[in-house]
């Protein structure tokens, strides 16, 4: 599938106005290359199960002329910082001492060459990202600075850019021994599709966490590629939970280039009947002694489909590599579908490396046990998927988003 | 049938994947009796508290189980729970993710709005339980663990016993709940037991051993095997079972 089959206008899409002076040769550097790109397909491995059929007609982006903020996001009642872009728009940003958020439209030459980084993906996803974006931003935290309160990134659209394809890139820069952490929250009130691309950089003993929750709209589609550079000692925890969206395909990479970095990963795609969801994991471990913990779950409502791809490298310098990873499916439904692969390709000979995946139904001893114990058998049902679940958003306890992320795996659980 | 019976089981036969584990057991229970069931290994004990709670995998294929006076096999084993039917299990199931404290409000307050009753608090809960895991001897933090997971064999059977008193059944089934307790355990979970025995409430204690009953003196005694009762006495029948094994049993019927 070439651009021009998904958008009857493509030439539209690449006649949008570029998004900055800074960024005008990079983007159009994509828009050269992009027609005569093939989409992902089954023919890759790593998009194989992607119903691309599902990718509509799709409207160039239109900036709509008035954006209301949102006041009702849950948010509000966290100890946050927020920064609110509502169908492509900054609303409102909150300053945060020793930090720099700069919109992408006005970034400067300097911040414009960090965020023009060639991503190890390449796709025509990623190019279409570039070439058309619309917006996003570059975080940049200084050296030394602990930001002690999450910073809530609210990246919403609504019915306004109905059937419009947004393309965002976040692009966020920890300076050394820097701590901050990010809640992504992304969501919809229409069929768009929205595009993201984040690039991660952490410098040495740089400490980041992501939460990233997906809740977008159920004719929506929304795919997410991510790439985190981590240096020597850093550590990270990244988490992707996929509860909304018609096609959603959330994919990270992580580069551990830096001896003793860190990095661990949980996640849950959740599709309702009908969905598809794929959380795809990229780990490179490229030097000695580093470590990664993977721990992802699908819930799979009847006739939805989940799709877990899980790649580790071990490069062969990588020695005593420590890599970890788990999936586990439950599927709800008869037609529930859940595919599952772990890939471990190692070429190191000292390495610590395991991987495991289970697929099941929900228990009839446990459910039993809770039904005897007088819980009716709907809510006995919806407290063992939490459960299941609960392996996931366990690490996100101290998170001021953790309960919004539970009660949202708690209700799509009682959805169908 | 007499209307002063709790539990009226007559001539029930079941089967459990096309195994019949009952043949013909009939049993009546009064409100405030304790009656414990002894037996064999296979005679047929579990299979017998499982059909009391409702299991599915455990069907009737024949007899009649009257419960307050109520068809007991016409109902689920929530509505069960929400009449005052417990089941302390042998193997109690571990459930990772699920917390403890919210698993038990859950049930406790499932049981209340059953029963017309306004569900309770969350703090006002807490302190209840609380103070229950006082009289178990049972550190509170296992609240807030996982359900049964990675709990020992005694601090799952102390969890069973903090279930049973929050929800005050009218019957509560103990199945081979003293099975791999230390002597400190087994104390603890008699007590409970024996705190909550009054004129109302009525205990069916499953048991392969006397010891238990040192603790837990019942009025009556069942010996269960190859699926039915075959011989009933009064305590003093447990002690016989002790001295002389089961093999004797056998012999007489």
Not at chain 1, 258 to 276: D, I, M, W, Y
Not at chain 2, 38 to 67: C, H, Q, W
Request: include cysteine.
């Amino acid at each position: 599938m070439q651009v021009a089959s998904f958008s009857p206008n493509w030439q539209a899409l690449l006649d949008q106005p570029l998004i900055s002076d800074a960024l005008a040769s990079w983007q159009k550097a994509a828009r050269a290359e992009l027609p005569e790109l093939r989409f992902p397909s089954r023919r890759d491995e790593a998009w194989r199960y992607v119903p691309h059929r599902r990718v509509p007609k799709l409207k160039p982006y239109a900036e709509p002329s008035q954006v209301k903020p949102r006041y009702d996001h849950p948010s509000l009642e966290w100890d946050v910082y927020r920064l609110q872009c509502i169908d492509g728009v900054l609303i409102s940003s909150d300053v945060i001492k020793g930090v720099r958020i700069t919109p992408l439209s006005k970034c400067d030459e300097e911040q414009s060459r960090f965020v023009a980084h060639e991503l190890s993906e390449k796709d025509a996803w990623i190019r279409l990202n570039q070439a058309c974006l619309t917006h996003g931003f570059l975080i940049e935290v200084d050296a030394g600075i602990k930001v002690e309160k999450p910073l809530v990134i609210i990246d919403h659209t609504t019915s306004q850019v109905a059937k419009q394809c947004l393309n965002a890139r976040y692009v966020i820069k920890l300076g050394e021994d820097a701590s901050f952490d990010v809640i992504m929250h992304q969501s919809s009130d229409s069929d768009v599709l929205v595009n993201t691309v984040s690039v991660i950089d952490l410098g040495q003993r740089a400490r980041f966490s992501s939460l990233r929750i997906q809740q977008m709209h159920s004719e929506a589609l929304c795919f997410h590629q991510q790439e985190v550079i981590q240096g020597d000692c850093s550590e990270a925890h990244l988490g992707q939970f996929l509860l909304g969206a018609s096609v959603s395909r959330d994919a990270v990479h992580v580069v551990l280039q830096g001896t003793e970095a860190r990095v661990e990963l949980s996640g849950t795609a959740f599709p309702r009947t009908g969905q598809f969801a794929n959380i795809y994991s990229h780990l490179t471990h490229g030097v000695p002694h580093t470590s990664a913990k993977q721990q992802y779950r699908s819930i799979v409502h009847d006739k939805a489909q989940s799709v877990f791809y899980g790649r580790v490298h071990v490069l062969p310098n990588a020695q005593k590599t420590a890599s970890y990873q788990h999936n586990a499916n439950l599927l709800l439904g008869q037609r529930a579908q859940a595919n599952s692969k772990p890939e471990l390709e190692i070429y190191a000979d000292d390495v610590i490396c395991s991987h495991g995946s289970t697929t099941g139904q929900l228990a009839d001893d446990q459910l039993f046990y809770l039904r005897s114990r007088g819980i009716p058998e709907n809510q006995a049902s919806a407290l063992l998927v939490d459960g299941f679940a609960g392996v996931t958003t366990d690490p996100w306890k101290d998170s001021p988003a953790y309960d919004f992320l539970s009660d949202a795996i708690a209700l799509r659980g009682k959805e169908e | 049938m007499s209307s002063d019976l709790l539990l009226d089981i007559k001539n029930v036969c079941a089967s459990v994947e096309e195994k019949q584990v009952l043949k013909g057991l009939s049993l009546q229970i009064k409100p405030g009796e304790v009656h414990a069931i002894m037996g064999p290994n296979g005679a047929g004990k579990s299979s017998l508290s499982n059909v009391l709670a409702g299991r599915d995998a455990f069907k009737v294929t024949d007899g009649e189980i009257a419960y307050c006076g109520e068809d007991l096999l016409e109902l689920s084993p929530e509505e069960r729970a929400h009449k005052g039917i417990f089941m302390a299990f042998q193997y109690p199931v571990e459930i990772p993710g699920v917390n403890n404290l919210y698993f038990m409000r859950s049930a406790f307050n499932a049981k209340r709005e059953a029963n017309g009753e306004e569900p309770m608090e969350a703090y006002p809960f807490m302190m209840k339980v609380q103070q229950l895991c006082g009289e178990l001897e049972m550190n509170p933090d296992f609240l807030k663990r996982a359900l049964n997971d990675g709990f020992s064999g005694g601090e799952k059977k102390r969890n069973e016993m903090l279930q049973m008193m929050l929800l005050e059944p009218k019957l509560a089934i103990l199945d081979e709940t003293d099975s791999g307790l230390d002597i400190d355990a087994l104390r603890v979970i008699s007590n409970a037991v024996n705190s909550l025995r009054n004129t109302e409430r009525s205990f069916l204690v499953v048991t392969h051993y006397q010891r238990l009953l040192d603790y837990i003196k019942p009025d009556f005694v069942h010996v269960l095997a190859n699926g039915k009762i075959v011989k009933s006495g009064d305590a003093s029948l447990a002690l016989e079972l002790e001295e002389k094994g089961y093999a004797w049993i056998n012999e007489e019927v």
